[in-house]
């Protein structure tokens, strides 16, 4: 393990597929969904489709929001002592400040909701990160400098979206993202809450995150410019170098693709342009498959859908990469290292 090593050692999971983290699992395991019809017609007449998350009350709007988040994060620090939750920086992943249909005031009120829900405080140093898909790779980051700058214990990082707001899927709609009758190439509207617990490694069967990178992509989705992968392909080398790896350890990769072909081209040339190593067969996990586009939760996501591969015993193998990226064009890179008990002592 890196030196900065940080475990992730216990994750909460809401979705369209399951209302915990075990039921979620596995059910993007088995490639299982949920679709169902929303209240909204797209622009051809048909329902919109998507992926929401059953609840028994048709909670809306922030309210929403926060039950989702408060279920993950419930789950995930059901066996911390209620007293410790005080102790607790909580670092909350919400839809970046551009995107269409954006609640009003979210980072200042999703996080004070959260707490009256919760019934609880969290610590002085928890903040909201509004960057959308990428937002967990940079909580990452400042978990890191808590655990091992400012001897934090444990850090919680969390997040909760909806894509399944009218002013939402309308932009997206005008935009041609959106998966309808007549458009084959987009995503499936989704909403999520997702939360981990990461803290110092322990030393038995850890899954840590061991190296993270970023890099602006200046031809990202709405910049009309020719795609490289420039921006990801960076980020994937910043990570492993932060890692301390080489490309050819790494076992398969898992990533926030969502069904546009735009991000499955700009992910496949990224790859190709660090990827050195002669290969039979190289696996994708892309758990959006199965419960649409989450926004901002799939980050926590990915490494709560890791967490429970790595427990059941599943994973292709020990060395992961991650890699998320936004419509704004920031890519983010992480490199997760798994061991089991007799490779930790």
């Not at 609880?120 to 909201?128: A, D, G, I, L, Q």
């Not at 990082?157 to 007549?182: K, N, V």
């Not at 910049?223 to 890692?243: F, V």
């Amino acid at each position: 393990m890196t030196h900065r090593s940080i475990a992730i050692l216990s994750s909460g999971l809401v979705t369209s597929v399951g209302l915990s983290a075990p039921a979620s699992c596995a059910a993007i395991r088995a490639k299982l969904s949920n679709p169902t019809e929303t209240r909204f017609i797209d622009s051809g007449g048909n329902w919109i489709m998507s992926q929401q998350v059953p609840f028994e009350k048709p909670w809306r709007g922030l309210s929403r929001l926060v039950k989702m988040a408060a279920s993950a994060i419930g789950e995930c620090l059901s066996d911390t002592e209620r007293s410790a939750w005080k102790n607790l920086p909580l670092l909350l992943c919400v839809a970046e400040k551009g995107r269409p249909g954006r609640f009003a005031d979210l980072d200042d009120d999703l996080l004070k909701k959260l707490e009256l829900e919760l019934n609880t405080k969290f610590e002085r140093r928890s903040s909201v990160y509004p960057q959308g898909r990428v937002g967990a790779a940079l909580a990452l980051e400042r978990a890191r400098k808590l655990i091992y700058d400012e001897g934090v214990e444990h850090v919680i990082i969390a997040a909760a979206d909806s894509l399944i707001q009218w002013r939402t899927l309308s932009a997206y709609d005008r935009a041609e993202r959106i998966l309808t009758e007549g458009n084959s190439d987009g995503f499936m509207p989704g909403e999520a809450g997702s939360a981990i617990l990461v803290g110092r490694p322990r030393g038995e069967g850890d899954l840590c995150c061991i190296g993270i990178g970023f890099a602006m992509e200046h031809a990202h989705i709405d910049s009309h410019t020719p795609m490289k992968g420039e921006g990801l392909a960076l980020a994937i080398n910043e990570s492993l170098r932060d890692a301390e790896r080489n490309e050819r350890e790494l076992a398969f990769k898992i990533c926030d693709l969502s069904g546009e072909q735009f991000y499955f081209k700009e992910a496949s040339i990224a790859f190709s342009r660090i990827d050195r190593t002669i290969r039979t067969h190289f696996d994708v996990w892309h758990p959006a498959e199965s419960i649409g586009e989450t926004g901002a939760a799939i980050g926590p996501l990915l490494l709560v859908v890791l967490l429970a591969a790595h427990r059941k015993q599943y994973l292709k193998g020990r060395c992961i990469l991650a890699h998320l990226g936004s419509d704004e064009g920031l890519r983010a890179s992480i490199v997760i290292q798994a061991t089991d008990r007799m490779e930790a002592h």
